[in-house]
C-alpha cells in the first residue's frame, strides 16, 4: 500500500462512495476504504477524521470558494448577484470526477439517516459561509440570511442537474447553478 501517493484524499472517496453503494454505510469500514483506496488506515485518519467526514470532503475549500466570489463581486452588485458571483466561483472546483460520483453520493445519503444529517449540516455551513461574506459587504443580516440560503438552494439544485446531465459532456457547472438562482429569483417574486 502507497503511504505517500498523490492523490490519496481523491481515491480514499471514490473508495468510499463505492463500498458505500455496494454494501451500505453501516457496513462500510474505514480499514475497508483504506485497502479498496491502496493506502493504509494511518493515511485515512490523516485525512478524515472518520468515514462519515468523507462525504464533505470539499465542504471547507466550497465555503472558501462562496466566500472570496462574494467578497470580490463588483462594489454596486446587489446581494443575489454577489451570491451569483460566489456560485461561480465555487462551481470552477468542481470537476468530472464530482459529477461521476454524484449519483452514486446521492444514493448512499439517501439509504442512511447518519448521513442526510451530516448532508444537512453541510448546507447550514455554506449557508453560514454565504451569509457572514454578504455581511461583511454591509448587507443587513434578514437581506444576507435570505440570499445565503438562496445560494445553498440554487447550488443543490444545479448541482442535482449537472449531475444528471451528459456526462461526456463540457458543460460546467456554473451555468446550473446560475440558472438555478435565476429560477429562485424569479420564484421568490411570486411570493407577493
Given at each position: 500500500?502507497?503511504r505517500?501517493?498523490p492523490g ?5 472517496v471514490v473508495?468510499a ?6 454494501q451500505?454505510y453501516?457496513?462500510t469500514?474505514v480499514a ?24 464533505v ?6 465555503s472558501?470558494?462562496l466566500?472570496e ?7 454596486g452588485?446587489?446581494p443575489?448577484?454577489a451570491v451569483?458571483a ?7 472546483a ?7 460520483l454524484?449519483?452514486?453520493?446521492k444514493?448512499?445519503?439517501a439509504?442512511s439517516?447518519e ?5 444537512a ?6 449557508a453560514a ?9 454591509g448587507i443587513?443580516d ?5 440570499a445565503?440560503?438562496l445560494?445553498v438552494?440554487a447550488?443543490?439544485r444545479?448541482?442535482a442537474?449537472?449531475?444528471?446531465g ?7 457547472l456554473?451555468?446550473?447553478?446560475l ?6 429569483r ?7
Amino acid at each position: 500500500m502507497g503511504r505517500w501517493e498523490p492523490g490519496a484524499r481523491e481515491r480514499l472517496v471514490v473508495a468510499a462512495v463505492d463500498l458505500f453503494t455496494e454494501q451500505g454505510y453501516d457496513a462500510t469500514t474505514v480499514a475497508q476504504i483504506a485497502e479498496r483506496a491502496g493506502v493504509t488506515k494511518s493515511t485515512f485518519f490523516r485525512h478524515f477524521p472518520d468515514k462519515r467526514e468523507l462525504l464533505v470532503a470539499g465542504q471547507e475549500t466550497l465555503s472558501r470558494l462562496l466566500a472570496e466570489g462574494i467578497a470580490d463581486a463588483p462594489a454596486g452588485a446587489s446581494p443575489l448577484e454577489a451570491v451569483a458571483a460566489g456560485l461561480e466561483r465555487a462551481s470552477s472546483a468542481m470537476g468530472p470526477v464530482s459529477r461521476e460520483l454524484a449519483p452514486r453520493l446521492k444514493a448512499a445519503v439517501a439509504a442512511s439517516a447518519e448521513l442526510q444529517e451530516r448532508d444537512a449540516l453541510k448546507s447550514v455551513s455554506l449557508a453560514a459561509a454565504m451569509t457572514t461574506a454578504l455581511v461583511a459587504r454591509g448587507i443587513p443580516d434578514p437581506t444576507a440570511a435570505l440570499a445565503g440560503e438562496l445560494g445553498v438552494l440554487a447550488f443543490k439544485r444545479g448541482y442535482a442537474q449537472w449531475s444528471e446531465g451528459d456526462r461526456d459532456g463540457k458543460d460546467e457547472l456554473a451555468g446550473y447553478t446560475l440558472a438555478a438562482l435565476d429560477e429562485l429569483r424569479a420564484a421568490s417574486t411570486s411570493l407577493g
